[in-house]
């Protein structure tokens, strides 16, 4: 994640803070995104091969110590090499929304590993979804360019909420001028943000408190659906707990009796 994070962050190193570097900021904050949301699906053997492993891990911490480390690695040289809002304050709601990011995906591949059989069906299945999230996210249409039928799924999109929190984390600072007329300030970053009705400041934190919900969400039904399969035992599963032999085990020892 360190060498993904300096060859992105070296690509957008010259990413100038007027409206053209505007627009190429918000192709930056798609590609995080994509690439984040997606990488997370490598994680899909694990969870369907060792989830005794994966239960043990859990409950000691370890995927969320190595969420932290990730998030820190990828967020350094991006943020400062992509020239992205210069204040600390910034920087540290960047890298809350990347760890949110991370934890979001897990719980999503998570969850769709109790519900498929193999490694294929899941790919295809998280491959899809995540496809349809981002189509829906706003970044290809806005959210008024949307038919009436399908503005749910801009909705539920796992993109959408991060993806409008990277904007306002960087374009809602006061005094952010993305283009001038005659010496004049003509196009703020903040004006830019209310006409695409992602709001101001006051949707930073709606934006988190909507993404910590899909995690919750995700998590649940995850539990959800494990607590059905257990409960769902195969026939003949109590005979092996009960200590009771079947009539074909016992007919050698039998066997022997008899000699």
């Known amino acids: 994640m360190l060498i993904s994070g300096l060859v992105l962050g070296s690509v957008f190193s010259n990413v100038k803070s007027d409206l053209v570097g505007a627009r190429e900021k918000v192709g930056l904050f798609a590609f995080i995104l994509t690439f984040l949301l997606s990488c997370t699906t490598e994680a899909l053997p694990i969870f369907l091969q060792e989830t005794e492993i994966f239960k043990k891990e859990t409950s000691t911490g370890s995927y969320r110590v190595s969420s932290y480390a990730v998030s820190i690695l990828f967020s350094v040289p991006v943020y400062w090499l992509a020239g992205l809002n210069p204040t600390f304050t910034a920087f540290a709601f960047f890298l809350l929304l990347i760890w949110m990011i991370l934890y979001t995906a897990n719980s999503v591949v998570l969850c769709f590993s109790t519900l498929v059989p193999n490694f294929i ?139």
């Open 121 to 259: 069906v899941g790919n295809s299945l998280i491959s899809g979804v995540m496809g349809s999230f981002f189509l829906f996210s706003g970044y290809f249409v806005s959210r008024g360019g949307i038919p009436n039928y399908w503005i749910f799924m801009h909705y539920v999109s796992l993109f959408k909420y991060p993806f409008e929190a990277f904007l306002i984390n960087e374009f809602s600072s006061q005094g952010k001028c993305l283009d001038t007329m005659l010496g004049a300030c003509s196009v703020t970053g903040e004006a830019v943000l209310r006409e695409e009705g992602y709001g101001g400041e006051e949707g930073r934190w709606r934006n988190v408190a909507i993404m910590a919900c899909f995690i919750l969400f995700y998590r649940f039904a995850c539990y959800l659906i494990l607590r059905f399969r257990c409960s769902v035992r195969p026939a003949g599963w109590a005979g092996f707990g009960s200590g009771k032999v079947s009539a074909q085990k016992q007919s050698p020892v039998a066997d022997l009796s008899k000699s």
